[in-house]
C-alpha cells in the first residue's frame, strides 16, 4: 500500500513539482491579470493564449537548466513560497485576534501589518536571490549565555534608573500620554 510520501516522490519524480505547479500558478497570475485590465479587450482565447506562452517561458528554461546558477525563477519560487504563505497565515491569524479585540483596534493596526509583511516578502525574495545575509549569519556570535546577560544588565540598569531618576512628574505623564494612546486603539469609531 503506498502513501502519501510515495504520491509526493511520485510528483518529484515526474517533474509535477518543477514543471506543472510553477506552470499553474504563472498562467492562473498572468491569466486573472489579463482578464481584469482587459488589455487586448474580452476576448478570452487570446488572454489564454498569452498566459500559456508566458507560463511555458517561466518554466521550460528551469527544465532546460538555461537559467544562471542561483537566479531560476522555479527555485526562488519553490524556495519562497512557503515562507511568504507563512507570512501570509500569520498576518491573518494577527488581524483575526485583534478583530476580537474590537474593530478600531484591528482597522488601526492593520496598516503596520501589512508594511510588515511587505519587509517579509521583500527579505524572503531578497534571501533567497543571496541579496542580503541571513540572520542566523549576522547573529552567529549570540549564545543563550548572551541573552542572560544582557537580561541581567536591562534589570540592573532599570534598577538604577528608577532609584536615582529626580522626581518631576515627567515621567508619570508619559505613562499617562501611552496609555491614553493605547486605550484609544481599543475604542470602537
Known amino acids: ?14 517533474g509535477v513539482l518543477d514543471f506543472l505547479l510553477p506552470f499553474i500558478l504563472v498562467f492562473t497570475i498572468v491569466f486573472a491579470v489579463m482578464q481584469k485590465t482587459k488589455i487586448l479587450g474580452d476576448n478570452k482565447k487570446f488572454n489564454v493564449i498569452i498566459a500559456g506562452v508566458l507560463g511555458l517561458l517561466f518554466v521550460v528554461p528551469h527544465l532546460l537548466g538555461s537559467y544562471p546558477l542561483g537566479y531560476d525563477p522555479v527555485q526562488i519560487m519553490n524556495e519562497t513560497l512557503p515562507s511568504i504563505s507563512l507570512v501570509a497565515v500569520a498576518a491573518i491569524m494577527l488581524l483575526l485576534l485583534m478583530g476580537i479585540f474590537g474593530t478600531g483596534f484591528a482597522a488601526a493596526a492593520s496598516p503596520i501589518i501589512a508594511l510588515l509583511a511587505i519587509a517579509f516578502v521583500v527579505y524572503i525574495f531578497g534571501s533567497s536571490l543571496g541579496l542580503w545575509i541571513a540572520p542566523y549569519d549576522v547573529f552567529s556570535w549570540w549564545s543563550t549565555e548572551t541573552t542572560e546577560l544582557m537580561i541581567i544588565i536591562l534589570v540592573f540598569g532599570a534598577i538604577v534608573y528608577f532609584i536615582t531618576k529626580e522626581d518631576n512628574n515627567q515621567g508619570s505623564k508619559l505613562i499617562k500620554d501611552v496609555w491614553s494612546g493605547v486605550k484609544n486603539l481599543f475604542e470602537k469609531r
Open 1 to 14: 500500500m503506498a502513501g502519501f510520501d510515495t504520491l509526493i516522490y511520485f510528483f518529484q519524480t515526474y
